[in-house]
């Protein structure tokens, strides 16, 4: 029985776990009555486990979780951070959602400027014998040696599967993008916000931050936008 109650779907990354969207979930949680999900797609999680998944399973896996919220709430919104806002449009032009909030979507990945001026960094704190502190490498040096190449090629496929999907979705969008991302760059927002076939649509880029929008420097700029993107009844389109 659908209930009058809104739901929330939070997908993370790929080769992420629900940590990635965890500080904006919680933020959410704390100042509404919603039911908030952070599922953990196949495979993925603090142990990655990639090796036989494919793309597909991670759509059946999103698209479970989203039928099972939309069982009980009657309005969803989706929330996907990089490979996760992929698949938020994915589902966004396949089911009845309400909104979108789409961060970091690795609709393009690896920004090659921002990234050689982030292996600097690391590289600057190895020989500084403070490699440890550095929070890029600290993230990513499990990840890289955990995902064979056969999970980078599915996670193409998805990617290429949902691009020509963008102009068939039109519920409200919120694009968030991270100008010092050096995983998405700034052109995959662009090229999202001119290709989604959304009248109501708003791209806010966060000059400080990186590629995991929630954990930056702007986050607490971005909680109160993704907020009020979602209370509110009418959207004013635009660049931020």
């Not at 990354?13 to 965890?22: H, K, N, Q, R, W």
């Not at 991302?181 to 662009?190: E, F, N, T």
């Not at 995991?212 to 420097?217: L, M, Q, S």
Request: aromatic residues 10%; glycine residues 6%.
């Amino acid at each position: 029985m659908v209930m009058m109650m809104i739901g929330c779907l939070c997908i993370h990354g790929f080769t992420g776990s629900p940590d990635e969207v965890a500080p904006l979930a919680e933020y959410l949680q704390k100042r509404t009555d919603w039911v908030i999900k952070t599922p953990t797609l196949p495979g993925h999680g603090k142990r990655l486990q990639l090796k036989g998944i494919t793309y597909d399973q991670w759509f059946q896996a999103a698209e479970r979780e989203l039928q099972a919220l939309m069982e009980i709430c009657e309005t969803v919104y989706v929330i996907g951070f990089s490979m996760g806002g992929v698949i938020a449009v994915y589902l966004a032009e396949k089911y009845k959602i309400d909104k979108l909030v789409l961060l970091s979507a690795a609709f393009y990945y690896v920004n090659p400027r921002q990234l050689i001026k982030d292996i600097h960094e690391i590289v600057r704190d190895g020989w500084r014998r403070r490699l440890r502190e550095n929070p890029l490498f600290i993230r990513y040096k499990n990840k890289i040696l955990a995902t064979p190449l056969t999970a980078i090629l599915e996670f193409r496929k998805l990617v290429n599967e949902v691009r020509p999907r963008l102009p068939n979705v039109h519920i409200p969008a919120l694009i968030v993008q991270g100008e010092k991302d050096g995983i998405v760059p700034v052109k995959s927002a662009h090229y999202l916000y001119n290709k989604i076939g959304s009248s109501q649509k708003k791209l806010l880029l966060l000059r400080e931050s990186y590629h995991h929008v929630c954990h930056g420097p702007d986050r607490y700029l971005l909680f109160c936008e993704v907020e009020k993107f979602l209370r509110e009844n009418k959207l004013e389109n635009g660049i931020y």
